[in-house]
């Protein structure tokens, strides 16, 4: 039986507050005061829009263990969207001692960019830049391509978008 609460508390810890994210697909991370031990769920939203969200429990103790928890933004609930993007988060936590229910909000604005990176606009077309012609009947294959990248986490104080540049190279018989 869950025990009785204390203080009940959430906060999303990534992205951060005022931070600019990509517009499409995002990860949220939080964490809450909610342990395996007591009776609480954990939801998010965007925008107000309803029915807000079941995110996924990351703690220590499993499924029921929301002192850290994700949630993905996607299209099956919603994208990020160029502008601003309201994020609220919601724990809800049932007392058994008392039969109370506590309610407490989290939430953050983060600023939604369009990258106009895509694999289509590469400065580097995805093709066979090189084929070389090998003695033994086979011929390398070379290919060039960049591809976007974004790197954020909760170990850094910003965001960031590089680029990544690829090369492929196989082997192909002729």
């Given at each position: 039986m869950p025990?009785?609460?204390?203080k009940?508390g959430?906060?999303?810890?990534?992205?951060?507050?005022?931070?600019?994210?990509?517009?499409?697909?995002?990860?949220?991370n939080?964490?809450?005061?909610?342990t395996s031990?007591?009776?609480?769920l954990?939801?998010?939203d965007?925008n107000?829009?309803k029915?807000?969200q079941n995110v996924?429990?990351?703690g220590?103790?499993?499924?029921n263990?929301?002192s850290?928890?994700?949630?993905t933004?996607?299209?099956?609930?919603h994208?990020?969207v160029e502008?601003?993007?309201e994020l609220?988060?919601?724990?809800v936590?049932l007392?058994?001692?008392?039969?109370n229910i506590t309610?407490?909000?989290y939430?953050?604005?983060?600023t939604?960019?369009n990258?106009?990176?895509?694999?289509?606009?590469s400065?580097i077309?995805a093709?066979?830049?090189q084929?070389?012609?090998?003695s033994?009947?086979f011929?390398?294959?070379?290919?060039?391509?960049?591809l976007?990248?974004?790197?954020?986490?909760?170990n850094t104080k910003?965001?960031?978008?590089?680029?990544?540049?690829?090369?492929i190279?196989?082997y192909?018989?002729?």
């Amino acid at each position: 039986m869950p025990g009785p609460i204390s203080k009940v508390g959430i906060k999303i810890t990534f992205p951060k507050t005022n931070s600019t994210v990509p517009v499409g697909p995002l990860v949220v991370n939080g964490t809450s005061t909610d342990t395996s031990k007591t009776d609480c769920l954990v939801h998010i939203d965007w925008n107000d829009l309803k029915p807000m969200q079941n995110v996924t429990a990351a703690g220590i103790d499993g499924t029921n263990d929301y002192s850290k928890w994700t949630f993905t933004f996607s299209q099956n609930y919603h994208l990020i969207v160029e502008g601003t993007n309201e994020l609220t988060s919601k724990i809800v936590c049932l007392d058994d001692s008392l039969g109370n229910i506590t309610t407490k909000f989290y939430s953050i604005n983060v600023t939604g960019i369009n990258t106009n990176i895509s694999s289509n606009s590469s400065s580097i077309p995805a093709r066979a830049n090189q084929t070389n012609y090998e003695s033994d009947g086979f011929k390398m294959v070379t290919y060039h391509g960049v591809l976007p990248q974004y790197k954020g986490d909760t170990n850094t104080k910003s965001n960031e978008f590089f680029l990544t540049f690829i090369m492929i190279s196989y082997y192909q018989s002729y």
